[in-house]
T-cell receptor
Framework: EDQVTQSPEALRLQEGESSSLNCSYT??????LFWYRQDPGKGPEFLFT???AGEEKEKERLKATLTKKESFLHITAPKPEDSATYLC???????????FGQGTRLTINP | EPEVTQTPSHQVTQMGQEVILRCVPI?????FYWYRQILGQKVEFLVS????????KSEIFDDQFSVERPDGSNFTLKIRSTKLEDSAMYFC???????????FGEGSRLTVL
């Protein structure tokens, strides 16, 4: 069964303090790994897709990386507006469904 | 920017009642989905829909659930006889292709009493 585990569950940082969020996964043939951002009471907002180990994607202060077993979302010099829950999801080969992790709730204090 | 819209934003219903949640996907998207998120839990896949038929569904999506695209713009999720455990946020999503770059709506919160 495909599984996604994210750590930590919650992370509190000071503005400007860089850190990384982890997503460990097991999947029967990875088609893609996805990062989403979710604000309270809202739907997930697409950030990145990664398809193969070694791939990296960047967007503003965020950078996502992928290995054969995990993905990291690096946040550099975060701002308070980066506070949200970050969700990781995997899609197996031949499947349409995304399997989501529990998410990491990130809080950036000014 | 195109977006997925969902109605209602919040619905309260009595156990055993039928509920219909509505969604307008992004206009040029061909694949449509329903996911749900019980409070404090993971986002869970329910069903995907393409070319006017279900293309994939989860174990959660039993006979109590159905989906329909009644016209060229709407996509609906019907729950025939709601249970307490159906209380959740229901998200509609759409994608241009058979890929995971899903665009989600704001969600419909269903409360079953």
């Amino acid at each position: 069964e495909d599984q996604v585990t994210q750590s930590p569950e919650a992370l509190r940082l000071q503005e400007g303090e860089s850190s990384s969020l982890n997503c460990s996964y097991t999947v029967s043939g990875l088609r893609g790994l996805f990062w989403y951002r979710q604000d309270p009471g809202k739907g997930p907002e697409f950030l990145f897709t990664l398809y193969s180990a070694g791939e990296e994607k960047e967007k503003e202060r965020l950078k996502a990386t992928l290995t054969k077993k995990e993905s990291f979302l690096h946040i550099t010099a975060p701002k308070p507006e980066d506070s949200a829950t970050y969700l990781c999801a995997v899609q197996a080969q031949g499947a349409q469904k995304l399997v989501f992790g529990q998410g990491t709730r990130l809080t950036i204090n000014p | 920017e195109p977006e997925v819209t969902q109605t209602p934003s919040h619905q309260v219903t009595q156990m055993g009642q039928e509920v219909i949640l509505r969604c307008v996907p992004i206009s040029n998207h061909l694949y449509f989905y329903w996911y749900r998120q019980i409070l404090g839990q993971k986002v869970e896949f329910l069903v995907s829909f393409y070319n006017n038929e279900i293309s994939e569904k989860s174990e959660i999506f039993d006979d109590q659930f159905s989906v329909e695209r009644p016209d060229g713009s709407n996509f609906t999720l019907k729950i025939r006889s709601t249970k307490l455990e159906d209380s959740a946020m229901y998200f509609c999503a759409s994608s241009e292709g058979w890929a995971g770059e899903l665009f989600f709506g704001e969600g419909s919160r269903l409360t079953v009493l």
